[in-house]
Structures are given as structure tokens and as C-alpha cells.
């Protein structure tokens, strides 16, 4: 006679260390403690599918989780153009306060900047893109520049030098 295949409430566990249930004093809830076994045993394989999906790189892991990074900015290097909107702020700014002396609270503002900016049609918002463009291709221009500068090493400074300045 052939056996029958157990169904899914009967088929076997495979074997692991008992679970220690402990009735607590005030509900009369079951704690269940997992094992120190089982728990190293679930600590590894945590770790092991980790290596799998994170990128492999020479940072810890304590400098990945803070963030920070380890480049040194540059004071000669041109720094980036506002865009369209930061221009539309600026003067967006001056007349909200003219019309609205009361409110100092810079998130309201910029919560009122925000608003209109989002309702203005595209013809509004024409001058302050051209603006942020043309500034824009000036910074190109200054980065252009600033890289050339760079790899011909006449932005070099040697450690004696700047302890002068």
C-alpha cells in the first residue's frame, strides 16, 4: 500500500532548539525566547544575504551609514548658479513683505513662494529661466576654465604657501 503524502499541517519541522514559553504574571501572555543557537543562526544568514544585495566598496560601514564624505571643496572653484526658481524668490520675497509686514516666519514665505510659483504659466515664469540659462552659461564658462586651470597646476598650492596667507 502506498503511503500517503502528509499534508501541510503534518509535515515535519525541520528540527531547531525549543522555544522557552514563559507566562507573565498580569495578562497571562506567553512570552516565547528564542534560543542563543537560533538566534546566532538567524544573525549569520542576515549577514550573509546583506553581502549579496550591498555594493561592495572600500568605505566602512560606519562611514556609509553616517554619510559623510571625504572630499576636500575647493575655495577657487566657481560655485553653481541659483535656478529659475531661487530668482523668482528673490523677488517674490520683497513683495510678500511689502504686502505682508506682519508675517516674518520664512516658511511662510516660502510655503506662499511655493504656491505661486506652481499657478504661474509658463510665460510667467520665461524671465527667471532666462535669467538662471544666462547665469548658467557663465558658470560653464568659469568651470571651463577652472578645470584647465586644474590640469596645467597653476591653482596648485603647496603646503609652505598657504601657510603664509
Known amino acids: ?17 525549543p522555544v522557552s514559553a514563559a507566562p507573565t504574571e498580569r495578562s497571562g501572555m506567553v512570552l516565547r525566547v528564542k534560543s542563543s543557537e537560533k538566534m546566532k543562526r538567524l544573525a549569520l544568514m542576515s549577514r550573509e544575504s546583506e553581502e549579496e544585495w550591498r555594493p561592495k566598496s572600500g568605505r566602512s560601514v560606519k562611514t556609509a551609514a553616517r554619510g559623510k564624505k571625504n572630499v576636500k571643496l575647493d575655495a577657487k572653484m566657481p560655485k553653481k548658479p541659483p535656478t529659475a526658481f531661487f530668482y523668482f524668490l528673490e523677488d517674490f520675497r520683497k513683495d510678500y513683505q511689502e504686502q505682508n509686514p506682519d508675517v516674518k516666519s520664512m516658511r511662510d514665505i516660502g510655503k506662499a513662494c511655493g504656491e505661486k510659483w506652481k499657478t504661474m504659466t509658463y510665460e510667467e515664469k520665461v524671465q527667471y529661466y532666462d535669467i538662471a540659462t544666462e547665469k548658467r552659461r557663465e558658470f560653464d564658462k568659469a568651470m ?9 597646476g597653476e591653482d596648485e598650492e603647496t603646503e609652505d604657501d598657504s601657510n603664509f596667507e
Open 144 to 152: 571651463a576654465e577652472y578645470v584647465k586651470r586644474k590640469e596645467s
Open 1 to 17: 500500500m502506498p503511503k500517503k503524502k502528509p499534508s501541510k499541517s503534518e509535515k515535519s519541522v525541520p528540527s531547531s532548539p
